[in-house]
């Protein structure tokens, strides 16, 4: 499912173009490619993680998970639709599997940090992976079972990743899209734990 919104920022359109790899970000997407959502903090930091991925063919940064129709990026900062910051990834299987994206999202942010990712505090900023189809559902499941005890040896809590299936995808504003890149010096709040995930890049 896809929503976009209608208050009045400027929104992402049909012809709208990733500002890095140059492909559409609202679709239509090749056939046979594959989509994961993944919300590891602020979302600005998170889309560079996977737009540098080969195999990675197009990403948008949006919101999912909670509640509203229409949420803004100032609505779901205030806490008030549950929605988390998410980045959608659509990629090719025959380049890129789903486990080195998994790899990648575990060892890219603490997963163990409930409503909040370092210094961003709030519902927004947590942990979750939307998956499109059973399989990947399950492969996702298994990845938080294969980290949680090496978290464990070094000392972290319990894993709080929410991982369900597609929830829906709200885009957000444009300006948010591939911010890092249009903004080479602004914030990015990722940081790993260190803690390598034993996870098959398949």
Not at 14 to 32: E, I, K, M
Not at 98 to 106: E, I, Q, R, T, Y
Not at 144 to 167: E, K
Request: proline share 6%; glycine share 14%.
């Amino acid at each position: 499912m896809w929503f976009f919104m209608t208050d009045n920022k400027a929104m992402p359109t049909a012809d709208s173009r990733h500002f890095v790899l140059q492909t559409p970000l609202c679709g239509p997407y090749p056939d046979g490619f594959k989509q994961v959502q993944f919300g590891m903090g602020c979302f600005w930091g998170a889309e560079r993680v996977f737009w540098q991925m080969h195999g990675v063919w197009t990403t948008s940064v949006g919101y999912a998970g909670g509640q509203g129709a229409a949420p803004s990026y100032e609505a779901v900062c205030s806490g008030r639709t549950g929605h988390a910051e998410v980045v959608h990834v659509v990629y090719d299987p025959a380049k890129l599997g789903l486990g080195a994206l998994l790899k990648a999202f575990w060892e890219g942010h603490d997963p163990t940090q409930g409503e909040r990712q370092g210094n961003d505090r709030g519902s927004q900023y947590r942990s979750v992976i939307f998956t499109y189809d059973e399989a990947d559902q399950t492969q996702a499941l298994a990845s938080r079972a294969a980290y949680a005890p090496g978290l464990q040896a070094m000392g972290f809590g319990p894993i709080t990743t929410q991982i369900i299936a597609d929830p829906g995808y709200h885009m957000a504003e444009l300006y948010h899209q591939q911010y890092l890149a249009k903004n080479p010096d602004g914030y990015c709040g990722i940081g790993g734990t260190g803690v390598a995930c034993p996870v098959s890049a398949k």
